[in-house]
């Protein structure tokens, strides 16, 4: 089996650009998420999900804007009736689901992930989405659903400085580029996952 | 070049840094701390603008945005921008300028004539004098260019400006709008109270009006205080430079940081300007007010200026623009103007139209030897090039004239007609006014907003200590809305004694105009002076019937120039008000709207532009199509490749060559682009079979059908292939132009009129890559590189679907075929894209291999009749495009009604057939079809909707939409190309060219 190709292959490159002072603002990184599903219902979706749940140890279906980490496993709530599910033991497949109440996706190569971290991590950020991503108003292990660049992004934040966005295989190189340039001023480094 | 108006001492600036600027070739000296408008009075320039329409010499009029006048061109080349006002242009060394709207130049100006046909540009000139005298409008449209052309005042550039620009989000629960006493005051009180605050200054320094007061004053030190508190609090941010331009629904505020403008390059990766799009809790208004102008005669000449404005350039930038002033004022504030022009070294004589002035205010002039005229106003400004004197006149209670004139020699004249509170903001959130009798200004409307206040001046505040308490107060609330926090105790300073003075509203007294017994002035008394709007334009647009205060300000064009009526708005509704015999409020308001200044383009594009204009997809292979030297194309946000032109090839040959290809070896295509979209559920099948024409309803496992989707008014929406991939799992592929809205239709037929159906729509559009492997050695290919599954014509016939895997891969390959040759759909996780198109070839290598593009894709899709986007136009039904055989006539669809409505079933409606184009030159898709053996050229039977050459007939071919199609077999019809004025003839033929039994694709 080949190894899986990053969204970013011809854009991404080591190395420091922009404004650089002595340390870089941002650091950015990017990574393959793992093993990506999402699972969908219907009417009675909590009940029918939560012995799944149970399997990655997630106590119920969460909020839409918590996220759920157990060990190798988050769990996003993504809409009333949908979860997205990430698992990065490398165990690499979907579950089985009864599909007649439930029903299951593979996106694992649907999103890239870039990882962005430092002290103007927010500053950044600030300048792609219309959230307010102080730590006040979107703490550690928070998600929101969004556009940068009018593409849907997932962004978890991981820590005080350090966030992660899901992004769309395909439209991955525009926003790389969106976030470079506005990343320029406070100078950032790409690092190798 | 010596400042001869700089004052030896005293103003803001640093003198220890001496810059050095220029305006029209002139040096200009200045400081740092300098605005371009302070250097230019310093220098004693005196001329530094043209008026817009009779091109009459003005200088700089104010000191602030409300500048009128002095509009020049700044900096040179790609960074040139013009219309920038020089009064809040901040002074940088080597800074460039030139004047605007004047030719040669603005102190000898050509077009300074056009004062001489004065009585045929009046108020709506355009339409009387250029259309008026001659019927019809054709003569006005040959003026129009010559009007057009002096129109304007800047010129802009179109050379691509180098400089950035971006946007940011910011979030407060407080936000403050103005940095000066009121807003500093709320910005401490509310950042004290907990909230998180932004307070934004447009000016560089924090201040305000405060900046216009002498230096080493008490208010120096209340402000030294204020800003110190601030910069100590963590929770506030401020920022400078940043004009607060539009106010929006939910609390939104739009403004612009104008970050590098004071300097000639921006650092590197450094924006010049940054739109700040603020949502805040609460917002504090303190944006101050503006001093309105006296309307005289001749009262636009250089050298007549606002009063506080000439205070700011005594107080601020120590510049005296004047050694005999006379001082023309209607209210208290000129007072304090007066008392600080003889301090700097002035001579001052004071009109005040009021006859009794309060001992308070005028005992101290008088000990400053300050002459002062009660009951007196200017009738006239004398001099043209500059101010010379004015004419001064007893005014009776109207403004008017009584008894004689007599002159008092003067360099400078200062006007102070009153205060217009600046309450844009608070107008462009919908929030009422309320004119304000004392204040003679509409203010805004207490408790009309619960999440914006105001505070200060733009309330009509007494003095400096009612605006520091007004902020607090304001500060407090706002916080308390927020954070619910009470009983703070806040730390905002107070003067010990409030200057008299300043409370300009106390006695107010609203004589805005002076003209002769009357009623009529000595000389063009200028009432809008940026467009040149003067009273009798105003007169005449009351005569003419423009009694409505929207048609007023339309048809003289008062209020719409760059300064938006900041100077003009109130006295030419006073003058309405005279005129109809009305009060003001009666006369009515116009609209505020955003952008309270001018905000440059680039700002409003932020990095939006060029490449980033719209976001861009490419395919998971798109990096190997590069390498292989594939010229891309974009359809839609997607870039996909075009052609791949071998050995300098051009387009034409490039496609011919690679659709002979395919129809002879094998080709691949990078169909990715394709939307994808899983379709979930236990009701998934009767769900297609609601939203395609034909039935879903027993597709088994493993198997793909061609579907068809009408809008619900019957009109064709899409095509596409759906497989069923489980029990209750099926993949559907829709064309790549109709993606995204398919989906969007889909949910929405599932959220609003299918809510029962257990179904669930997925975008997998990005999870795989699709490639078309199509050609004569398609399979043979495919069985090369595919392990675990047999791919022969009976395993695999058309339309189904098998599991494999390609170089340890796991892949889905359908059979279908869209070129009309042995084809296959290769589908694969995109992140192992890329290694298995490698994959295929490399063993495509001994089948012959090449990769094709869209446009032999297209040309091949052509030769087979399959319809596409140019067929599916939006207006053509099934049986338009010979498709109606699909349609079930036993269960509803989406468009299964109003397909049948009566104009769509009509017999005569052009229906898919294919041309065999005359010659050798192509039609042109759009062309319009026409009966040769009509005896005129009259209406058109049809059109052509794709056209291309065909390498298998070797001929021209196009699909086309003609009358009667399917019975015009065989004829000869003209094909006319209007736009290209050419004509061909092609002959009728089935739109099913090549190999219209399918034998080569059911190989």
Redesign the interface.
């Known amino acids: ?7 970013l ?2 854009q991404l490159k080591i190395g420091s650009y ?2 650089m002072q002595d340390l870089p603002g941002l650091i950015l990184r990017e990574q ?1 998420p793992g093993t990506l599903f ?1 699972i ?1 219902g ?1 009417d009675t979706f909590e009940h029918d999900i939560k012995p799944l749940l149970e399997q990655y140890s997630f106590s119920d279906i969460g909020n839409y804007r918590q996220v759920q980490n157990k060990g190798n496993n988050w769990c996003f709530r993504i809409a009333p ?2 979860v997205m599910i990430r698992d990065t033991s490398g165990a690499g497949r979907a579950p089985e689901v009864d ?2 109440t439930l ?1 299951v ?7 890239t992930i870039i990882q962005m971290q430092g002290t103007e991590v927010e500053a950044v950020l ?2 792609l ?4 991503f ?1 730590v006040a ?1 979107f703490p550690p292990a928070n998600f929101v659903q969004c556009g940068i ?3 849907n992004v997932l962004i978890q934040r991981v820590s005080e400085d350090c966030f992660e966005l899901f992004i ?4 991955a ?3 790389w ?2 976030i470079g ?2 990343a ?2 406070f100078g950032y480094r790409v690092e190798a996952h | 070049m010596k400042q001869p108006n700089r004052l030896e001492h005293g103003g803001r600036i640093d003198r220890d840094r001496a810059i050095e600027m220029q305006f029209d070739g002139q040096t200009l000296s200045a400081f740092e701390g300098d605005t371009l408008a302070s250097a230019m009075l310093a220098n004693g320039l005196k001329i530094v603008a043209r008026g817009f329409k009779y091109h009459r010499p003005r200088g700089v009029f104010s000191a602030g945005v409300e500048e009128p006048n002095a509009l020049v061109h700044l900096r040179s080349g790609a960074r040139h921008e013009p219309n920038a006002r020089a009064t809040v242009v901040e002074a940088y060394d080597g800074l460039q300028s030139t004047g605007q709207n004047a030719w040669p130049g603005v102190r000898f100006d050509i077009s300074a004539v056009n004062q001489l046909l004065a009585p045929f540009i009046g108020a709506g000139f355009y339409y009387k004098t250029f259309m008026g005298p001659v019927k019809g409008t054709a003569f006005w449209m040959f003026c129009e260019k010559f009007i057009r052309r002096a129109a304007g005042m800047g010129r802009a550039q179109t050379v691509a400006d180098p400089d950035e620009y971006e946007k940011v989000n910011a979030f407060c629960d407080v936000l403050v709008i103005g940095g000066g006493p009121a807003g500093l005051a709320a910005a401490i009180a509310a950042g004290q109270c907990g909230a998180r605050v932004i307070l934004l200054e447009q000016d560089a320094c924090l201040g305000g009006s405060m900046l216009s007061l002498p230096v080493g004053g008490e208010s120096d030190a209340c402000l030294k205080a204020m800003e110190a508190t601030l910069k100590g609090m963590d929770n506030v941010r401020i920022l400078k430079r940043t004009t607060v331009f539009g106010a929006y629904d939910q609390d939104v505020y739009g403004a612009v940081e104008r970050v590098w403008d004071h300097v000639e390059v921006p650092p590197a990766h450094q924006p010049r300007q940054r739109y700040w799009q603020i949502r805040t809790k609460q917002a504090v208004m303190a944006t101050g007010a503006i001093e309105r102008p006296l309307v005289f005669a001749n009262n636009d000449r250089p050298g007549v200026m606002l009063a506080n404005a000439v205070r700011s350039y005594v107080n601020r930038y120590a510049v005296l623009p004047g050694k005999k002033i006379v001082l023309a004022t209607n209210n208290d504030s000129a007072y304090a103007v007066a008392a600080d022009l003889v301090r700097a070294g002035a001579e001052v004589s004071l009109l005040d139209a009021r006859v009794s002035v309060p001992a308070e205010l005028f005992k101290p002039l008088e000990a400053l030897g300050v002459q002062l005229y009660p009951g007196y106003g200017i009738l006239a400004a004398k001099g043209s090039r500059g101010v010379s004197g004015a004419k001064i006149v007893l005014l009776d209670e109207n403004g008017c004239a009584r008894g004689p004139s007599k002159t008092i020699r003067c360099d400078l004249i200062a006007v102070s007609g009153g205060w217009t509170p600046v309450v844009h903001l608070w107008s462009q959130r919908g929030q009422k006014l309320q004119f304000d009798e004392q204040s003679a200004s509409f203010l805004p409307l207490k408790s009309a907003s619960s999440t914006l206040k105001t505070a200060g001046s733009a309330n009509a505040c007494g003095d400096l200590n009612q605006a520091l308490l007004q902020g607090e107060v304001a500060g407090q609330e706002a916080a308390k809305a927020v954070t619910g926090v009470v009983g703070v105790q806040v730390n905002v300073p107070r003067l010990k004694e409030a200057i008299y003075a300043d409370d300009w509203a106390r006695d107010l007294l609203m004589i805005w105009s002076v003209t002769r017994e009357d009623g009529s002035t000595d000389g063009k008394a200028f009432v809008d002076v940026q467009h040149d709007v003067a009273l009798s334009d105003i007169d005449l647009a009351h005569r003419e019937g423009f009694v409505s205060v929207e048609h007023l300000k339309r048809y003289t064009t008062t209020g719409m120039a760059t300064d938006q009526g900041k100077l003009s708005n109130i006295n030419a509704l006073a003058r309405m008000a005279q005129l109809q015999a009305l009060s003001i409020p009666k006369v009515g308001t116009t609209t505020f709207r955003p952008p309270y200044t001018p905000i440059a383009i680039g700002a409003i594009a932020g990095r939006e532009q060029g490449i980033h204009f719209r976001p861009t997809r490419l395919t998971p292979v798109h990096d190997w199509h590069v390498d292989n030297a594939a010229v891309m194309i974009e359809a839609g946000a997607w870039k996909r490749p075009w052609y791949y032109p071998e050995g300098g090839e051009t387009i034409n040959q490039a496609y011919v060559r690679e659709a002979a290809h395919v129809r002879k070896h094998v080709g691949v295509v990078d169909a990715s682009t394709l939307g994808k979209i899983a379709v979930q559920g236990p009701d998934a099948a009767e769900f297609l079979n609601r939203v395609y024409v034909n039935a879903w309803k027993k597709l088994k496992i493993g198997r793909l059908r061609y579907g068809v989707m009408l809008r619900d008014d019957g009109i064709v929406l899409d095509d596409g292939a759906t497989a069923r991939l489980g029990e209750n799992d099926y993949f559907m592929t829709t064309t790549t132009a109709n993606a995204a809205k398919i989906l969007g239709y889909l949910e929405h037929l599932l959220q609003t009129a299918w809510t029962d159906l257990k179904v669930h729509v997925t975008s997998v559009s990005d999870q795989y890559a699709a490639f078309a492997v199509a050609g004569p050695s398609a399979r043979d290919l495919l069985d090369a590189v595919c392990s675990g599954a047999d791919l022969s014509n009976e395993a695999l016939p058309n339309n189904q679907f098998v599991k494999a895997t390609i170089a340890g891969v796991p892949v889905r390959i359908n059979r279908m075929s869209y070129s009309g040759e042995l084809a296959y759909e290769v589908y694969v996780a995109s992140g192992y894209a890329h290694a298995v198109w490698k994959n295929l070839f490399k063993a495509g290598a001994s089948f012959d291999i090449k990769p094709y593009g869209t446009e032999s894709m297209g040309a091949l899709r052509i030769e087979k009749g399959h319809v596409a986007g140019p067929e599916i136009d939006g207006r053509t039904t099934l049986g338009d495009l010979g498709l109606a055989g699909f349609a079930s006539r036993v269960k509803p669809f989406s468009g299964s009604v109003l397909r049948h409505r009566e104009k769509l079933d009509m017999a005569s409606r052009p229906t898919l057939v294919g041309l065999e184009i005359d010659g050798d030159t192509g039609g042109m898709a759009g062309s319009l079809i026409y009966d040769q053996r009509a005896q005129q050229m009259g209406e058109e039977q049809g059109f052509l909707t794709s056209t291309t050459y065909s390498p298998a007939l070797k001929k021209y071919i196009s699909l086309a939409l003609l009358r009667d199609g399917h019975e015009r077999f065989g004829e000869s019809v003209d094909i006319v190309n209007h736009v290209g004025d050419t004509v061909q003839t092609a002959k009728v033929v089935s739109p099913h060219f090549f190999d219209p039994e399918g034998a080569r694709q059911n190989a």
């Not at chain 1, 996706?105 to 999103?111: E, F, L, N, P, V």
């Not at chain 1, 989405?129 to 307010?132: E, L, V």
């Open positions: 089996m080949p190894e899986i190709r990053s969204a292959s011809s922009g404004a393959h999402q969908a219907w009736d949908r599909d007649q029903a996706i593979d996106q694992s190569h649907a999103r600030s300048r989405a219309p959230i307010d102080s108003a660049d009018h593409v769309p295989y395909t439209w190189s525009s926003v580029q969106v340039i506005n320029a001023q």
